[in-house]
């Protein structure tokens, strides 16, 4: 059965949010936000690919720090950065985005400095280190590679699996209990897959009035390239 499966496999829950799977590929990343007391000069970077799980992790953190804010670089501004050091703490997602606009470059190098004088946290989520942002900001660039970065590595066996048996559970879609590590062995390493994959098959089984099967998932895998 489904929910016997999600029982077998690692679950934590997340601070009151959806459960969190750990797993080798976010264990370190995990630990590292569990201990921002560490966290030299009060910054953290959290880097990992598209549907690593980086805002997952992001939002357990603030919520951790009281329900701190969270913002999109691409939208950062000046204005906004003192009421965010005022916080005491924020996160600051998808960070190498700041890369297309001087003006939001120039936000997140004064919320740096904010942040740092007041002693307030940082943490930044990005899909790649800071040498390959394409910042024109020197002073930026500077103080991004002086942070600390921690990384989620792509998924293992063990994270893939959970993660597909809770969306399907939570669409409701029954699978054979073998059809798991069958994708498992056969798509990319990743969540932000694993979700299209899921979705795809439960539209499919939802229009077709039939159940999920192998021959469905290797269809739809087909189709997704």
Same mark, same amino acid.
């Given at each position: 059965?489904?929910?016997?499966?999600?029982?077998?496999?690692?679950?934590?829950?997340?601070?009151?949010?959806?459960?969190?799977?750990?797993? +080798? !590929?976010?264990?370190? $990343? &995990?630990?590292? /936000?569990?201990?921002?007391?560490?966290?030299?000069? *009060? =910054?953290? %970077? #959290?880097?990992?690919?598209?549907?690593?799980?980086?805002?997952?992790?992001?939002?357990?953190?603030?919520?951790?720090?009281?329900?701190?804010?969270?913002?999109?670089?691409?939208?950062?501004?000046?204005?906004?950065?003192?009421?965010?050091?005022?916080?005491?703490?924020?996160?600051?997602?998808?960070?190498?985005?700041?890369?297309?606009? +001087? !003006?939001?470059?120039? $936000? &997140?190098?004064? /919320?740096?400095?904010?942040?740092?004088?007041?002693? *307030? =946290?940082? %943490? #930044?989520?990005?899909?790649?280190?800071?040498?390959?942002?394409?910042?024109?900001?020197?002073?930026?660039?500077?103080?991004?590679?002086?942070?600390?970065?921690?990384?989620?590595?792509?998924?293992?066996?063990?994270?893939?699996?959970?993660?597909?048996?809770?969306?399907?559970?939570?669409?409701?879609?029954?699978?054979?209990?073998?059809?798991?590590?069958?994708?498992?062995?056969?798509?990319?390493?990743?969540?932000?897959?694993?979700?299209?994959?899921?979705?795809? %098959?439960?539209?499919?089984?939802?229009?077709?009035?039939?159940?999920?099967?192998?021959?469905?998932?290797?269809?739809?895998?087909?189709?997704?390239?």
């Amino acid at each position: 059965m489904i929910r016997q499966l999600i029982l077998d496999l690692p679950v934590r829950s997340a601070r009151g949010r959806d459960d969190f799977f750990v797993a +080798p !590929a976010n264990a370190l $990343a &995990l630990a590292t /936000l569990d201990a921002p007391e560490s966290w030299p000069s *009060g =910054r953290m %970077l #959290l880097i990992g690919p598209e549907g690593a799980g980086k805002s997952h992790l992001a939002a357990i953190w603030a919520e951790a720090q009281g329900g701190v804010p969270v913002v999109a670089a691409a939208g950062l501004t000046d204005e906004a950065a003192p009421a965010l050091v005022r916080a005491g703490a924020c996160v600051v997602e998808d960070a190498q985005r700041v890369a297309g606009s +001087p !003006a939001a470059q120039a $936000a &997140l190098f004064h /919320l740096h400095n904010l942040m740092q004088a007041e002693g *307030g =946290r940082l %943490l #930044l989520t990005a899909a790649a280190p800071p040498r390959d942002w394409g910042l024109t900001l020197a002073d930026l660039a500077s103080r991004m590679e002086a942070t600390a970065s921690v990384r989620i590595t792509p998924p293992d066996d063990a994270l893939l699996s959970a993660v597909l048996v809770k969306l399907f559970a939570d669409r409701q879609t029954k699978v054979p209990h073998s059809l798991i590590p069958w994708l498992v062995t056969r798509m990319d390493r990743s969540l932000g897959t694993a979700r299209r994959i899921v979705a795809a %098959l439960d539209a499919r089984a939802v229009a077709e009035g039939r159940p999920v099967t192998r021959t469905m998932a290797a269809e739809v895998l087909d189709s997704l390239g």
